[in-house]
Structures are given as structure tokens and as C-alpha cells.
């Protein structure tokens, strides 16, 4: 009860306050309705919905552990559980779905053309971020510079220092005539920004659009959020990582002990893919022709629900063919099984497989999910180390000279239920996110857990079960 004031303000509070209350509602109606009808036919009509809910999860594309996952609620609750399901399932129509004309190259290039119509770009040069100060700085002074265009693409966006910072900044670029449109997640940023915030973007003529807000009645699109991470200023340079806009990932304002994040930003050709992603979130749909290619090629790409997925299918294979070393930042690590398989499998190989988590968490939920998930990957010769001054935001995978990063997780709702984007880079860059890597490991300590309680083995095996859809 101490720490009851605390929670009440927390967004994950209120979010899981109305799911719960929505679920109740749910429940409620369902353990009433044998008082409307005959108790055979209520319990018929029961199970002939559990048995055609469990048709449909059957018939379904997607992850094998997600459809478990959503078979133990049906099985837990059957009637409510089948109308959790149906609600939380409904097929809409996919979103941010970008197209750039031209001749796939090869390689994942190929992969990401058929995938999410991506393809490499030229670059002049780039720049790999180890804090979120370093990735505000160099962003706040592009957006000051912007003569044409900002677009801003953030899952959270928080009043405070930074956000002042950022309305300095768009005044510049408004006065040298740039075009300022703005899109947030309706869950990231709710309780976040109000609408006075709101009201002094617009009155820099600003357009904004909150993308699924919270709403108080159950909607399939509530499970389907925003979580990417991109600044582009004219269309000359972009931004990608993990940082979003808010106190904490300049350490102004972290609860959680010091907070590392990174990012990265891109001159030149490449910057053009990720304007295209922002303006297919803005327009529903893109398309863009294929822009050049040079000396230096990146690969800019991206994921939406319900439409065919890149990430983790590129994730796999880059893990698979590494010969040398698979070094990972993440704030959550909840994998699939293939995903799972590949660590394993490289890590017996002999290669290198090290995974760096937080050690101070900002969801304990997660956390407890990340160990239970290390734990039995550990065994296979993975190892995992926690960033002991605090909470590891980063998102980057290594795999020998190849540099993965963006807005994704390693974890479930990255690579199945949001809006995700990121950039491939090979040379140069991916040595400095590897020193990064390296610095950062100075800081860390190996996990070790001693023998757990009966509880806390029967939560995690609870929690890993449900661990697709949180």
C-alpha cells in the first residue's frame, strides 16, 4: 500500500486498470447469460464458440506462441475469453505500408523489397550515438537548420526540459518556412502530453495526429501501437534508435538510475526511405521512387501488423551465418522459439553470443519474463550480462560486420504487434556501435540467479506462458 501513491500515476496502471475493467464487463455478462437461456443451450452455445474460436486460432497465420498464448485464454474463459479474442483480432487494414520502386538488389535487400518494399541507399556518411544527450543534440540542431520539412514520428512524447527544447527548435525551423508534421502513439504518450502541449505545437503550424488513442471501450486496433523512432529534416538526414522524446533519455529525469539509449542518424539518399516511412503513416500508404545508391549502402527498413514481416526473419538469418561474435542491446529480451533455436544453435557453434539487459527495470513484468527466457538459454552457452547502473534502453544486434538498430525489441510485441522501423549498416559504423557494445559491457555484470522459490518458478512459467501477448 506504500506504494499505491506512486502507481496511481504510472500509464501501465491505468492501462491494465481498464483492460481489467473492460475484461470484468466482459466476464460479468457472460456468467449471466445461462439466467436468459436454458442451461443446456447456454452451455452448447459455449462451447460451440470455444470450438469455433479454436478454429480460427488454428486457421490463423502468425506465431505458433502467440496462438498458445490466446489458446489458454479461450480455455481459461470460454465464452469470455473467445470474445477477448475476437475483439483484440479484428482484421484491419494495414497501415504505413510503403512501396519504393526499383530493382530488388540481393541479399537482404531482396528480402526487405518483398517484405516491407524497401530498398539500399547511398549514404554520405552516418553517426552511431551511445547516449540519447548526444542523439538530442545533434537532432536539435538539424531541426533548427530545416528549411523544407520536419517530420516527427515518436511513441512518446513527454512534457518536460527536452520537449521546451524541441519547441525552441521547431520556432527556427518555422520561421525559415519548414513544414512540421508530428505523429504519436495514443497509449506511448497518453498522460504525457496534454493539450495545452498539443496547442503549442499547432501554434507553430504544426500538424499532429495521435495514432489509436486509449479509448474507454474495447477496440481490436488497442493492441496495434505506434513504437518507432524518426526524426527526418528535409529530407537530407534521419533519425533513428531507441530515444524518444521525453526527460529520461537525457537523464534529466530517470527513476530507474542512469539510462542508456542509443541511436543513430543518416546523410544522404538513405534519409529519403525513412521520410517515405513517416509519410505512409501519415497517408495510410507510399510510394516513393528508388533512391540512388553509392559507395556506402544502408539498409533502411521496416514492420507493420498484418502485413509481411522483415525484421525478425532477417534477425534470424544474420544470427544463423555469424561466424565471429552475435552481441545484443535490449530493454526486453521475450523471443519466439526460432529466434530462441538460432541463439542456441550459433552459440554451440562456438560463436560468441552475448545479450546485455537492464538491471534496474522500468516493468518488473518484463523483467522477470527476460530472466526466465535467459535462464534457459544460458545453458546452450548464451551469455547474459545486466547494465548495472541502471535501465539499458539500447536496441542493437551485431552480428560480425553488420549493425542492426531502431525502435525494435527482442521481444514478442516488437516483431508481431507494432509499427517498428530500422536501418541495417555494414563497415565503419557497426565497429563503433561494437566499442559501444564493449564500454558498456565494463559496466555490466554477468546475471546470476541463485535457487528460486516455488512462487517465483510458478510466476515466471505463468508469465513466460503469456509472455506473446503482453
Known amino acids: 500500500m506504500r506504494n499505491f501513491p506512486k502507481l496511481f500515476f504510472k500509464l501501465n496502471f491505468w492501462i491494465i486498470a481498464l483492460i481489467a475493467v473492460q475484461i470484468t464487463a466482459i466476464i460479468f455478462l457472460c456468467l449471466y447469460l445461462p439466467a436468459f437461456l436454458p442451461i443446456t443451450l447456454a452451455f452448447a452455445l459455449m462451447w460451440l464458440l470455444t470450438a469455433v474460436t479454436s478454429v480460427v486460432l488454428l486457421l490463423r497465420c502468425g506465431s505458433p506462441e502467440v496462438k498458445c498464448a490466446w489458446f489458454l485464454v479461450v480455455a481459461i474463459l470460454p465464452v469470455a475469453g473467445a470474445l477477448i479474442f475476437f475483439i483484440a483480432s479484428v482484421k484491419k487494414k494495414p497501415q504505413g505500408i510503403l512501396k519504393v520502386e526499383g530493382v530488388p538488389q540481393d541479399g537482404f535487400a531482396r528480402v526487405a523489397s518483398s517484405a516491407c518494399g524497401t530498398l539500399s541507399a547511398g549514404y554520405d556518411r552516418a553517426e552511431y550515438f551511445a547516449e540519447g544527450r548526444d542523439f538530442w543534440n545533434c537532432a536539435l540542431s538539424q531541426i533548427e537548420g530545416a ?123 538513405a534519409s529519403k526511405i525513412f521520410e517515405g516511412m513517416f509519410l505512409a503513416m501519415w497517408h495510410g500508404n507510399y510510394a516513393m521512387p528508388a533512391p540512388q545508391t553509392g559507395e556506402k549502402n544502408c539498409l533502411p527498413y521496416y514492420d507493420s501488423p498484418g502485413h509481411r514481416a522483415f525484421c525478425e526473419d532477417a534477425y534470424l538469418g544474420a544470427i544463423c551465418s555469424a561466424k565471429e561474435r552475435v552481441h545484443i542491446f535490449t530493454p526486453y529480451f521475450c523471443v519466439s522459439d526460432k529466434t530462441a533455436s538460432a541463439l542456441s544453435l550459433t552459440a554451440r557453434r562456438g560463436v560468441d553470443v552475448t545479450v546485455v539487459i537492464p538491471h534496474i527495470p522500468d516493468k518488473k513484468y518484463a523483467f522477470a519474463v527476460s530472466k526466465a527466457f535467459a535462464q534457459t538459454l544460458k545453458e546452450s552457452g548464451v551469455k547474459f550480462f545486466e547494465y548495472t547502473p541502471g535501465f539499458l534502453h539500447a536496441k542493437c544486434l551485431i552480428c560480425d560486420d553488420a549493425l542492426f538498430t531502431g525502435s525494435y525489441n527482442f521481444d514478442f510485441r516488437s516483431t508481431h504487434f507494432n509499427y517498428e522501423c530500422g536501418i541495417m549498416f555494414e563497415g565503419d559504423i557497426c565497429e563503433q556501435a561494437e566499442l559501444d557494445f564493449q564500454n558498456t559491457l565494463t559496466l555490466c555484470t554477468e546475471m546470476q540467479e541463485g535457487r528460486l522459490s516455488r512462487l517465483k518458478r510458478l510466476s515466471r512459467f505463468v508469465l513466460r506462458l503469456f509472455a506473446p501477448l503482453i
Not at 185 to 198: E, N, Q
Not at 223 to 251: C, M, P, Q, S, W
Open 147 to 269: 528549411k523544407k520539412s520536419v517530420y516527427i514520428e515518436f511513441f512518446i512524447i513527454c512534457r518536460g526540459h527536452l520537449f521546451n527544447c524541441f519547441i525552441s527548435a521547431l520556432e527556427k525551423a518555422r520561421v525559415n518556412g519548414a513544414e512540421i508534421k508530428i505523429i504519436t502513439d495514443g497509449v506511448g504518450s497518453a498522460f504525457r502530453v496534454g493539450r495545452k502541449d498539443l496547442k503549442r505545437l499547432k501554434s507553430l503550424g504544426a500538424e499532429i495526429k495521435v495514432f489509436h488513442r486509449l479509448p474507454p471501450f474495447p477496440r481490436a486496433n488497442i493492441n496495434l501501437r505506434d513504437h518507432r523512432k524518426i526524426i527526418t529534416v528535409d529530407g537530407r538526414v534521419a533519425f533513428t534508435g531507441g530515444v524518444n522524446l521525453a526527460d529520461e533519455y537525457i537523464n534529466i529525469d530517470s527513476p530507474y538510475g542512469y539510462w542508456k539509449d542509443t541511436g543513430v542518424a543518416v546523410w544522404g539518399e
